[in-house]
């Protein structure tokens, strides 16, 4: 029997308790934790969630050998010896790891100056206060560094505000209506995978699945039509579905009238992306550019699911932002779950500034792109003397982690990693601090995709000596002599603060108290149209003056990559199934279920190389190696190679694919360009 949440679960032996799973994943599903002895035996989805419904992955279904891994930090450690790949640490106690933290600041902040500090995070756990809570308060208050948090949607999301004003799509609950689903640029067997679920729902029902990707992975498999596209080119094909839609008349005159801008000059304007140079462009054959705008222009409801895939590259805010605008071309919004999904975090905003306190910094601070992390260490005047890293994994996850790499080893940069394992960063710390998994706070999550807010509470008992993040910051600022009264706010505080949200009336009812009694609540969302969107009109902005002003065309537009160079290959190094970006590459269990470190390669390509599956190549351009164990096949096109997963390091091994990843910026948001590098390929003997 299930358990209702309590504030004493923790002090229970045995039982069944809900949870949510905090790892960065649009699904957000509710869990159910079996407690016995006090310990954790078994996870499984909770059948009570609406949209998840007790289905989980994996990587998940197996997170006990990762919260009880023999490897997890259960104390404060300080480094002894060098920094890097052989750095040992000696056990130290709280007091002397927060002394040591906050003595170091105070002295920097003393001689350079509060910025001399960096900050830097991500969502390895997607709990609000966690995240963006105490943390952003706490650097508020002392005035450091900002960082931009860009290392994962935001060129995207940027991109998407354009032509819709915000992170509003469908009702992933709806899509389960929808007679053709185009996923795009997302592997969602792997990274959504109850999207999937919903359309096979929808399959039942006669629907159509199309996924277009530049790799024929498990998604392309289980596709009803699989459409391969050169990496980089998708917005070149929407424009040419768009020429169609309008040339042929599929496209819906009322909707357009009355709810969009600038479908006129969009007519105009595709009249040049004809098929045969969209075919040229993104090598798909002129025949499916017709088949794929046809069946779009025909079949109501359709739904895109538009995925992070696409806006990794140096034209990825643009390419989102003109693939959102298809559904408005046949008026696709006014029909239940039809329309598209980029992301949905907006319908759930809570109060930002009540839960980050931005009125805490009394100066304002240069702001440094997470992308951009080893320049910002290498090359800033005047420099950043301390790292805080927390959430995240950046000597394995960023790009150009030879950058990276060098940046860390800096003799007198003063770092600290607060992380649950001795990650590839946290080797480069002066200081080790052992955090708690989400199962042991007390936070609240909601979803970037589906329209559930949840709320956690602790479960169990905190691993050894390690604390939460809250807690962390809770006390440095008590030992940086920081009186502010939100710098002592308790967990339900912060909760209660940031879901009180005049702002956004979807969440009104969804409260700390509501949450208590079921764990979950769905915003009060209403359908996006009849209504007006937060673009400057008011409607779905298809000519945008407002990127006209910054620089951009108004118009959806198709821009070429931007790497130059002579290497023979586009390198996708993307996530795989068992890891969640680096989560879990450090778990054996996991390592397990995912073998090896692969590269996928069209098989004539290998074999001009002289490789057959289950060689090792070494993988290079003039950003660094790597070695990969080759899979040649037909499910890459020639010219592209595909990696999956962010993979730890171990004795020998050169696995780290972002030595290869360029650290140029996309097109918006200061975004990621993981997938817009070139590399090139050879036999290792
Ligand atoms: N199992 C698992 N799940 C995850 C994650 C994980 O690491 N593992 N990570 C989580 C996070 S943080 C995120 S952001 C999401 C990311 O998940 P997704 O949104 O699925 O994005 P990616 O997996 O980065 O890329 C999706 C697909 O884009 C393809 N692709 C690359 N370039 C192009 C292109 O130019 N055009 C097209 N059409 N396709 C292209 C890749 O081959 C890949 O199949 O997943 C989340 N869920
Ligand atoms: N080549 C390539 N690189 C990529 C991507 C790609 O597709 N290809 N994807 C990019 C994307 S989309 C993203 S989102 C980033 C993600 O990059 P990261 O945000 O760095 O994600 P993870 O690698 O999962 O690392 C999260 C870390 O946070 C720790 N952690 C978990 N919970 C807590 C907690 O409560 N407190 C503290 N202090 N630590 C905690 C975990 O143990 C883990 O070490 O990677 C990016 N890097
Ligand atoms: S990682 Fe995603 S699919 Fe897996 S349990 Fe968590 S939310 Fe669900
Ligand atoms: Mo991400």
Redesign the pocket.
């Known amino acids: 029997m299930r358990t209702t949440m309590t504030t004493t679960m923790t002090e229970e032996q045995q039982g069944i308790f809900p949870a949510v799973c ?1 790892l ?1 994943c649009p699904d957000q599903c509710g869990l159910l934790l079996h407690k016995e002895d006090g310990k954790i035996v078994k996870i499984e989805g909770d059948p009570d969630h609406p949209v998840t419904q007790g289905a989980i992955c994996n990587k998940v279904r197996n997170m006990t050998a990762r919260i009880y891994d023999d490897k997890r930090l259960q104390y404060p450690m300080k480094r002894v010896g060098p920094k890097g790949e052989e750095a040992s640490f000696q056990r130290i106690s709280w007091d002397e790891a927060l002394d040591t933290i906050t003595s170091r600041w105070k002295e920097l902040i003393a001689s350079e100056g509060p910025e001399a500090i960096l900050p830097y995070s ?4 997607m ?1 609000r206060i ?1 995240t963006e809570g105490m943390d952003r308060r706490f650097f508020h208050r002392m005035g450091a560094s900002r960082l931009l948090y860009s ?3 935001s060129a995207g999301t940027e991109g998407y505000k354009y032509t819709m004003g915000g992170s509003y799509g469908t009702d992933p609950e709806d899509t389960v209506h929808a007679k053709l689903i185009i996923m795009w640029g997302i592997n969602a067997v792997s990274t959504n995978m109850h999207q999937v679920m919903l359309a096979e729902k929808a399959r039942k029902n006669g629907a159509q699945i199309i996924v277009i990707d530049a790799h024929k992975n498990q998604t392309g498999r289980w596709a009803d039509w699989f459409i391969p596209i050169l990496p980089g080119t998708d917005a070149a094909l929407a424009l040419g579905m768009m020429h169609i839609l309008f040339a042929e008349n599929l496209t819906d005159q009322a909707f357009l009238e009355q709810y969009t801008l600038g479908y006129e000059e969009l007519r105009e304007h595709v009249k040049s992306y004809d098929p045969a140079s969209v075919s040229e462009i993104t090598g798909v054959p002129v025949e499916d550019i017709y088949r794929l705008a046809r069946l779009y222009g025909e079949t109501s409801p359709s739904f895109i699911r538009i995925g ?1 895939g696409i806006q ?1 590259h140096d034209n990825g805010g643009m390419c989102v932002r003109t693939i959102a605008c298809l559904p408005a071309l046949t008026g696709q919004w006014l029909h239940q779950g039809g329309g598209a999904i980029k992301g949905n975090g907006a319908y759930l905003e809570h109060n930002l500034p009540a839960l980050q306190r931005p009125d805490l910094r009394k100066k304002e601070a240069r702001q440094i792109n997470m992308n951009l992390l080893g320049s910002a260490l290498l090359e800033l005047d005047p420099p950043i003397h301390a790292l805080y890293v ?5 000597a ?4 150009h982690a030879n950058k990276v790499k060098e940046g860390l080893e800096r003799e007198d940069l003063f770092t600290v990693v ?4 001795l ?1 590839e960063t946290a080797k480069y710390a002066d200081i080790v ?1 052992p ?4 199962f042991e ?1 007390t936070d609240f999550y909601r979803s970037y995709w589906h329209h559930y807010v949840h709320l956690q509470l602790p479960v169990i008992a905190p691993y050894g000596e390690s604390k ?2 809250v807690d962390v910051f809770r006390l440095l600022a008590s030992m940086m002599g920081y009186e502010d009264e939100a710098l002592r706010d308790s967990d339900e505080d912060m909760v209660r603060q940031a879901l009180y949200h005049p702002g956004n009336p979807a969440i009104a009812e969804i409260t700390y108290d509501a949450l208590l009694d079921t764990g979950f609540m769905k915003a009060a969302t209403t359908p996006l149209f009849p209504g007006k969107l937060r673009t400057p009109s008011g409607k779905i902005e298809l000519y945008s003056a407002d990127m006209a002003s910054k620089g951009f065309p108004a118009l959806p537009t198709y821009v070429p990559l931007a790497e130059v160079s002579d290497l023979p290959f586009m390198f996708i ?3 795989n199934h068992n890891f ?4 879990f ?1 450090h778990n054996e269990k996991h390592v397990r279920m995912e073998k090896v470190p692969k590269l996928h390669m069209h098989e004539d390509d290998a074999s001009a190389l002289g490789l057959a599956s289950g060689d090792l190549a070494r993988v290079w351009n003039e950003r660094g190696e790597c070695e990969l164990v080759v899979m040649a096949g037909r499910d890459v096109q020639r010219g592209v190679a595909v990696s999956q997963g ?1 993979w730890a390091d171990s004795p020998g091994s050169k696995t780290r ?2 030595v290869l ?1 360029p650290d140029r910026v996309a097109d918006m948001g200061g975004g ?1 360009t ?2 817009s590098g070139r590399v090139g390929v050879e036999k290792l003997t």
């Open positions: 905090p960065d991500f969502y390895g756990n709990g966690g290392i994962c949607e992070n990794h927390y959430n995240s994994n950046p394995l996850v960023a790009p607060h992380d649950l394992f990650t601090l955090a708690t998994s989400s706070n939460a993040n190094p993307a996530p969640l970006n680096s989560t590459a962010l694919v972002n990843t990621a993981f997938f």
